[in-house]
T-cell receptor, first 112, second 113 residues
Framework: QKEVEQDPGPLSVPEGAIVSLNCTYS??????FMWYRQYSRKGPELLMY??SSGNKEDGRFTAQVDKSSKYISLFIRDSQPSDSATYLC????????????WGLGTSLAVNP | DTAVSQTPKYLVTQMGNDKSIKCEQN?????MYWYKQDSKKFLKIMFS???????INETVPNRFSPKSPDKAHLNLHINSLELGDSAVYFC????????????FGNGTRLTVT
């Protein structure tokens, strides 16, 4: 079992839709959770960064962490064509050299 | 101003050659990394340096040798290139080696023919 599981998609939605992206993880030692967005031919950029269970909101983006289920989500409201990218979840194993553990990334296309 | 810059952007070379990729960050971060992203988009860490000291050295062939002349630079030298080395290589930096977010460069797309 991979340490972080993420469905690679692709996911295709119409403009304005609510998008739900999800990851599951296996190790309860994982403490910090991040979502990165990667446009084609660019490096990943940090979107959201959370520590505790619960929701964190930033504009149209909401990150949700459920540590009891080992489940993390990213919701995008009123999705735009400019949101079309690959979204990668990542977490840090506090007890393992603080290495980032990455999901495979989900490819999202928002169609006008 | 580009925070993490790496050169070249594209690199096409033949098997057996030796090549280098350079990376510089102007964020004042202490930690720098090299990642490899394969055709399936999976990001795999190769190395990390903290204040010029090697911290993480994943199972990478010893044909790959990182060099950090100062904490703002981390270069990657690859000897005897193989077809399987074709990938996108990303440099990244973070404030410290713990839960700090990473800042990535835009990648070097290496193609070995």
């Amino acid at each position: 079992q991979k340490e972080v599981e993420q469905d690679p998609g692709p996911l295709s939605v119409p403009e304005g839709a609510i998008v739900s992206l999800n990851c599951t993880y296996s190790n309860s030692a994982f403490q910090y959770f991040m979502w990165y967005r990667q446009y084609s031919r660019k490096g990943p950029e940090l979107l959201m960064y959370t520590y505790s269970s619960g929701n964190k909101e930033d504009g149209r983006f909401t990150a949700q962490v459920d540590k009891s289920s080992k489940y993390i989500s990213l919701f995008i409201r009123d999705s735009q064509p400019s949101d079309s990218a690959t979204y990668l979840c990542a977490t840090i194993n506090a007890g393992n050299n603080r290495k980032l553990i990455w999901g495979l990334g989900t490819s999202l296309a928002v169609n006008p | 101003d580009t925070a993490v810059s790496q050169t070249p952007k594209y690199l096409v070379t033949q098997m057996g050659n030796d090549k280098s990729i350079k990376c510089e960050q102007n964020l004042g971060h202490d930690t720098m990394y090299w990642y490899k992203q394969d055709s399936k988009k999976f990001l795999k860490i190769m190395f990390s340096y903290n204040n010029k000291e090697l911290i993480i050295n994943e199972t990478v062939p010893n044909r790959f040798s990182p060099k950090s002349p100062d904490k703002a630079h981390l270069n990657l030298h690859i000897n005897s290139l193989e077809l399987g080395d074709s990938a996108v290589y990303f440099c990244a930096s973070s404030q410290v080696l713990d839960n700090s977010p990473l800042h990535f460069g835009n990648g070097t797309r290496l193609t070995v023919t």
